[in-house]
């Protein structure tokens, strides 16, 4: 399975950017589907998680201003970022594991940063920069 992000950028605080990420061979009924980031200096975290019955939850920090979806036809993720602010610039990458997301993911309808893993996604994209200034 091959995972291939495009669309970041740079961007002027509040602008919008829309990422991609194309997936080849990822036909598994039950799959999770996540966006992940990294700044510098800082560790990789979860930014939105699709699980495989549609179900879409995002961190704290980019709910309300992020979307993340997915189409099957195209066989590709995106993640609409709106509203972007500086903290928002990191490395963006998009990962994918075929089996259901966790329960452990979520907590109050939001991704729990404290129980979500690198290691719990096998397939994993490159990366793509995001920059966003004021």
């Known amino acids: 399975v091959q995972l291939v992000e495009s669309g970041g950028g740079s961007v002027q605080a509040g602008g919008s950017l829309r990422l991609s990420c194309t997936h080849s061979q990822l036909t598994y009924s039950t799959h999770c589907m996540g966006w992940f980031r990294q700044a510098p200096g800082k560790e990789r975290e979860a930014v939105a998680a699709?699980?495989?019955?549609?179900?879409?939850t995002y961190a704290s920090a980019v709910k309300g201003r992020f979307t993340i979806s997915q189409d099957n036809a195209k066989s590709t993720l995106y993640l609409e970022m709106n509203n972007l602010k500086g903290e928002d610039t990191a490395v963006y990458y998009c990962?994918?594991?075929?089996?259901?997301?966790?329960?452990?993911?979520?907590?109050?309808?939001?991704?729990?940063?404290?129980?979500?893993?690198?290691?719990?996604?096998?397939?994993w994209g490159q990366g793509t920069q995001v920059t966003v200034s004021s």
């Open positions: 990962a994918a594991e075929s089996a259901g997301c966790p329960a452990r993911f979520y907590i109050d309808d939001e991704l729990n940063q404290r129980t979500i893993r690198t290691a719990d996604f096998t397939y």
């Open positions: 699709l699980d495989s019955d549609g179900s879409t």
